[in-house]
């Protein structure tokens, strides 16, 4: 938990060079701070005087005496540079002579180091307006993981909280054997821990030293507020790592290059269109293999904070789901075992997931929608008999041969000049009846006044009628109907023909899981225990299932409508559900998940969100079938329309049968005809004989 003598060698010669201090008087009392000593008279070319002020001899000589001397000493060499390495006792005996000498005034200038837990008191110096400065390990109160006051929290009380965080995290330790925990199994759980404690970040090296540490720099004129600058072990230069006007907070917030000079892993999996393996993805290396919604974004929020980064994708495929022994698989996994820095994916926000890991703000709202297969079109070769119902079709028949046969009637019945308008005959009713529903004309009329009513009303009659069924057959030939047995999710909960399911240990599946609204509810059963292998173990597993099977698939609107605008035998059903975000993944207490944040919403402000989502949503080849029928024409096909030439051809061959029948019997009467005026000639003959 504590800096090593290394750690704080480093922070003294970035201090020193910072401050630029070529001669320094050292006071220290313990053997660390004595190792610290010769370290620093190892990296400083200008004057160094040491001084240990241990009192070996109690009964002769006190603490404060040797410090009295010491001081005296270093005065007389005309040093105003002074560095105390001592326990928090010896530092404030230190502290007490220097003011009884007047050496806290300026131009002196002190820098006072704790090298263990223990906290130094500065408040009884405060008065002298010295150029002192205090350097001890962070103390950081607001972070998320630090459930300390953040009045009068002492370095003690911040060190021994996250040691107890720590020992809390390695509880639940499941050895390699079944006898006993090994140092080796600690040392791995320690290892994956990545939190923001009260001390800053609590992540570890294979050594069991700090990853990054962080040094408070706490001068009298900064006692108010409690900082007045910081040390960081991970900047690239002096200048990088010694934030004199900036505290912790400050430089978590407002850094523009959070992550220095690492290149940071981000782990990602293959899902449509978020990412996807490019065409020549064997040949090309790096990032470059890789394209989709989520790989632009990536590409956009490191150009904003200026890091570099190195996508993967994850070994397992997995978004990440709890376990039953308590730990987790996927992407989530990879976040806690400290294998990556951020995850970039369509990864929903839910409450469980949230407990383990940290989110940003949402790139992306997603719903939960039905994809199914598009069913195929009815054609049928009598389509044209569609615009009307058989009820219609039958009634209109009925009223054909009524009105060719009261129209028979009335013109047998009706008075009129017979020699200049002869009647119509039975035959030739219907044909006047049917060749005016046809538009047609014919030889033959009424003649009579109420057949000239009956006409005149049926005439108006079949100009509805062929009006309205003209208008209907247009719809019905250049429209394509589909039949679509599944209007809503609700109808897939009140069938059993058609299948349905969703990836297992997703979010989708934690949501029908643990929802208590009925009808998801009987779905949630119907797919857990009823039919269990409807769910699928990946996303391309249940697009699969889609396109060859009875099969609906639940999974986010985003990918299922990239699906119906790749593929146009698919199609979504809705209405859309559940709706939640898409956030980039850090592991928990990550100081730069505000970062992302803030580059997220301004990616979003400046527009370039939905530039992105254009660019990979815009495209539409195939019909959408979610709008109106109306709105989805296409040219005529034969199927549509072979039943009018049936009913020709059916026309020709009858009229043919009709005509040979006809001959057929014209001849039969000729030669009857001719059979009996012979015999009346035979006959005739023998009488003239």
Not at 446 to 455: E, F, H, K, N
């Amino acid at each position: 938990m504590l800096p090593g003598t290394r750690m704080y060698t480093r922070a003294l010669r970035d201090l020193f060079t910072h401050y630029g201090w070529t001669t320094v008087g050292v006071l220290y009392d313990n053997d660390h701070g004595s190792e610290l000593a010769a370290n620093m008279m190892e990296h400083l070319n200008g004057k160094r005087d040491l001084y240990d002020i241990r009192a070996y001899d109690v009964s002769k000589n006190s603490s404060a005496d040797v410090a009295r001397w010491a001081l005296n000493d270093l005065r007389r060499k005309l040093v105003n540079n002074f560095l105390v390495l001592c326990s928090p006792s010896i530092a404030d005996v230190v502290l007490t002579q220097a003011l009884y000498l007047s050496l806290l005034s300026r131009p002196n200038s002190w820098l006072i180091v704790t090298l263990g837990s223990g906290d130094i008191d500065m408040t009884k110096y405060i008065d002298s307006r010295a150029n002192l400065t205090l350097i001890r390990l962070m103390v950081a109160p607001f972070t998320s993981n630090c459930a300390l006051p953040d009045s009068e929290i002492s370095l003690t009380d911040a060190i021994f909280y996250d040691i107890f965080q720590i020992i809390n995290g390695t509880k639940q330790i499941k050895p390699q054997d079944d006898d006993k925990v090994s140092r080796a199994d600690v040392r791995r759980q320690i290892k994956s821990i990545n939190v923001s404690g009260c001390t800053g970040p609590l992540n570890f090296t294979r050594n069991g030293t700090r990853n990054e540490t962080f040094l408070q720099l706490i001068a009298l004129e900064g006692l108010d507020d409690g900082v007045s600058g910081t040390w960081s072990s991970g900047g690239a230069t002096v200048d990088k790592r010694v934030q004199r006007s900036k505290t912790y907070k400050t430089i978590v917030s407002e850094n523009k290059n959070i992550f220095a000079d690492k290149v940071l892993r981000v782990t990602t999996l293959i899902e449509k269109p978020f990412c996807m393996k490019k065409r020549d993805y064997d040949v090309r290396i790096g990032n470059d293999r890789f394209e989709g919604f989520a790989v632009d974004l990536i590409r956009e929020v490191a150009d904003m904070l200026d890091f570099k980064y190195e996508l993967y994708l994850v070994h397992d495929g997995k978004f990440g789901s709890k376990r039953a022994d308590g730990s987790w698989d996927g992407m989530i996994g990879e976040l806690l075992h400290g294998n990556a820095t951020m995850s970039v994916a369509p990864t929903s926000i839910n409450s469980e997931r949230e407990a383990a890991v940290d989110f940003t703000k949402p790139f992306m709202t997603r719903y939960i929608s039905v994809l199914m297969r598009v069913p195929r079109s009815e054609t049928s070769y009598f389509e044209f008999l569609n615009p009307l119902h058989p009820t219609v079709w039958f009634c209109t028949l009925g009223a054909f041969v009524f009105v060719s046969i009261v129209l028979y009637i009335l013109e047998r019945v009706g008075t009129v000049n017979r020699e200049e308008c002869p009647s119509i005959s039975f035959k030739e009713s219907f044909w006047f009846v049917f060749g005016s529903l046809l538009q047609g004309s014919t030889d033959s009329s009424p003649s009579t006044l109420p057949g000239r009513i009956l006409t005149s009303s049926w005439w108006f009659f079949a100009l509805i009628l062929i009006s309205s069924y003209t208008a209907n057959l247009a719809a019905f030939l250049t429209v394509k109907k589909i039949n679509t047995p599944i209007k809503s999710v609700t109808d897939l909960a009140s069938q059993t023909t058609i299948k349905f399911g969703t990836v297992k240990s997703s979010g989708i599946m934690t949501f029908f899981k643990n929802t208590d609204i009925e009808h998801f509810s009987k779905m949630w059963a119907q797919m857990s225990e009823i039919e269990p292998s409807s769910m699928v173990s990946s996303t391309d597993e249940g697009f699969k299932k889609v396109q060859n099977e009875q099969y609906a698939f639940f999974w986010d609107t985003t990918v299922n409508k990239y699906k119906t605008i790749e593929n146009c035998n698919f199609m979504e059903v809705g209405p859309p559900f559940d709706p939640k975000g898409f956030g980039i993944g850090v592991p928990p207490g990550a100081t730069y998940r505000e970062d992302l944040s803030m580059a997220i919403l301004k990616l979003s402000d400046r527009g370039r969100l939905h530039e992105l989502e254009n660019r990979w949503w815009g495209r539409r080849n195939c019909p959408d079938h979610a709008k109106p029928s109306t709105d989805e024409t296409s040219e005529l096909q034969i199927d549509n329309v072979a039943g009018v030439f049936f009913i020709l051809v059916g026309g020709i061959a009858f009229a043919t049968v009709i005509c040979i029948l006809e001959y057929c019997a014209k001849q039969i009467s000729n030669s009857v005809k001719k059979e009996k005026h012979a015999r009346v000639t035979d006959k005739e003959r023998e009488s003239f004989l």
